[in-house]
């Protein structure tokens, strides 16, 4: 950057130095031809003086000049330099490097720069401050209302002052621990496919919810070693959940690669409307309860010696502990008799191997008889499945016993996208009923084709890429149910991760062949899993006809997807105040439970 070189080799440098609210002299030399600052906006989304060595002047909004900050400030247009247009911005963003003068919110300066879109933000580059003109009072932040009519309307605004007189709601905060920053909507956004049919409405419904959303920046630059929100900082035991409320909000519209943001310059006020959850309850005697926990790639370690990093998962040794600590302090307070696990380590079954260590510490922990279901298959060499991830089923030897062999199926996509199913036959030892449980894990979302125009190609429905396997899978495992011996077992439980929305074509499928979704009835609004601020189930317990009315209870407990992913096991190493051994953020999903009278 230009910075002080030309500054102080004139004797505008003295000037500055002794303060030009001091000097009139000072204000007269600011009085030149500038090009406007709304003439560098436009109205277009990019500058079309992109890349021109510009002259402006203008007071400025907010400075966050240091490293750890923003490295530059805001600057707006004086009063007798703006147009009234309300189409184009009055304000820019001035990058600075360290060299450059420190400059406080209220200074109006003469300035000359490089115009430039850095992420879509239009502003200076390599500023040179040619005056210091004195001081006045800044223009009052516009009124702003969510939602907008169109990104225009954001985009109008740019860099300038606005203030919320809403009450907003927390939607998310994936970028909390790197950007230092979280979402906000007027209320609470799902995922258009979680309470609407797919298809082109539901693709829109998406598209226009983001008129209705804002992020929340700290004004700090990545990776903040603390995080202020919300006051007085954010801690393992002083969250930030989706749910919760936020108002007060104040600061300027900035904006980054097409996501607009608010840099706030006044604290603002939380509300924690969506507090964490107590324990859930006991069951109900005479009950089973069964739940399905994502536990977010748990790897105890390579081999016998344990050895850090591993395929997936925690990278050394103690983020391990501290993953295993949180996962365990979740499954023991689950109150399960049967839980179905995805995303662990498939190592086998000997004695190092993920799952004989988690169910270990689940027996010590929890004080009961929690027993592995060993679903190892000859022809993967031990383990079951071949990709590095499995599905895991634990059981408590005291409530139920296995009933069989596993059953599995290794036709594709099974083995291939989606993870084989797991499914187990049990018997209730208090009345010696026999049902079935199948764990499951259908292919994600991410990694889309390459090829556009085939059928697991995102197809702007709301489902996302992949839905055709997912849609297949769901109908292979709906055969394999009816295929000996479990055509036999009218009571059967699918269960897992199956990487579809509620309404989305997989669960549409199970619905409409003999399974019933209850959570649609006990918690209607529930979810587990937040996406980009939208909220969703991916993870579902469905039941047979035959259990429908046994159903007494199925709940989401939401100690995950509403928590901050700063919260996490490997965040640790970023600030310790974050990770606590609670369950609280254990995994990146919520465990759905489901409690059935047998």
């Not at 208090?430 to 991410?446: D, Q, R, T, W």
């Not at 839905?467 to 009571?491: D, F, G, K, W």
């Not at 979810?527 to 046994?550: E, K, M």
Request: glycine residues 6%.
């Amino acid at each position: 950057m230009v910075a002080l070189r030309s500054l102080f080799i004139t004797a505008t440098a003295a000037l500055l130095v002794a303060g030009c609210q001091q000097q009139p002299q000072a204000v007269a030399a600011c009085d030149v031809a500038v090009t406007p600052i709304h003439s560098i906006q436009g109205s277009a989304m990019v500058s079309s003086l992109l890349g021109q060595q510009v002259t402006v002047r203008g007071v400025v909004l907010a400075s966050w000049q240091a490293e750890e900050q923003l490295g530059g400030f805001y600057l707006h247009s004086l009063e007798h330099d703006n147009d009234q247009d309300v189409t184009t911005s009055e304000a820019l963003f001035v990058a600075t490097d360290s060299g450059f003068p420190e400059l406080t919110a209220g200074q109006t300066v003469l300035l000359s720069g490089t115009v430039s879109e850095t992420a879509q933000v239009t502003g200076l580059s390599q500023p040179s401050l040619l005056q210091s003109c004195g001081e006045q009072a800044l223009p009052a932040a516009q009124l702003l209302q969510l939602p907008v009519t169109s990104m225009s309307q954001f985009e109008a605004l740019e860099n300038m002052p606005v203030r919320f007189a809403q009450t907003l709601v927390v939607t998310g905060h994936y970028p909390l621990a790197r950007h230092g920053q979280f979402q906000v909507a007027a209320q609470q956004q799902f995922t258009a496919t979680q309470i609407s049919a797919p298809g082109a409405d539901a693709y829109a419904a998406n598209q226009q919810a983001l008129l209705g959303r804002l992020s929340v920046d700290d004004n700090k630059a990545e990776k903040p070693a603390q995080i202020s929100y919300p006051s007085p900082e954010l801690t393992a035991t002083n969250t930030l959940r989706s749910g919760d409320s936020v108002s007060q909000l104040v600061g300027l519209l900035s904006e980054f690669n097409g996501s607009y943001q608010l840099q706030p310059t006044q604290q603002p006020q939380f509300s924690h409307s969506n507090p964490r959850p107590a324990n859930p309850p006991a069951p109900a005697e005479q009950t089973l309860r069964i739940a399905a926990f994502n536990v977010l790639n748990y790897f105890n370690g390579n081999g016998p010696d344990k050895t850090f990093p591993t395929d997936r998962g925690a990278k050394t040794a103690a983020d391990f502990a501290r993953q295993h600590d949180k996962i365990i302090s979740a499954l023991t307070a689950l109150n399960a008799d049967i839980i179905g696990l995805m995303e662990i380590e498939n190592d086998g079954y000997g004695s190092s191997s993920a799952i004989v260590e988690l169910t270990t510490a689940l027996r010590q922990h929890s004080g009961h008889d929690w027993r592995f279901v060993n679903a190892a298959q000859a022809q993967d060499s031990g383990r079951f499945g071949t990709d590095s991830i499995t599905n895991g089923l634990l059981y408590r030897a005291d409530r139920v016993k296995p009933h069989s062999d596993v059953i599995t199926s290794r036709q594709a996509p099974f083995g291939t996208r989606s993870r084989p199913p797991l499914v187990q036959q049990f018997q209730a030892l208090h009345n010696s009923e026999l049902f079935a449980v199948a764990v499951n894990h259908f292919k994600s979302k991410g990694s889309c084709p390459r090829d556009g125009n085939q059928a697991n190609a995102d197809q702007a429905d709301g489902q996302g890429c992949w839905n055709a396997v997912r849609l297949e899978s769901a109908q292979l495992l709906t055969e394999l149910m009816q295929q000996s011996p479990l055509n036999t077992v009218e009571h059967s439980v699918l269960l897992g991760d199956f990487n579809a929305y509620a309404m989305e074509d997989p669960i549409t499928w199970f619905k409409q062949n003999g399974y019933h979704n209850r959570i649609e009835v006990f918690e209607p609004q529930g979810y587990s899993y937040v996406f980009n601020g939208f909220a969703g189930s991916l993870d579902h317990i469905l039941v047979s006809t035959a259990l429908h009315n046994r159903v007494v209870m199925q709940r989401h407990w939401s100690i995950n997807a509403d928590e901050p992913t700063a919260l996490q096991y490997d965040m640790h190493r970023s600030n310790p105040n974050w990770v606590d051994s609670s369950p609280f953020r254990a995994s990146d999903h919520d465990p759905v439970y489901v409690d059935i009278q047998f």
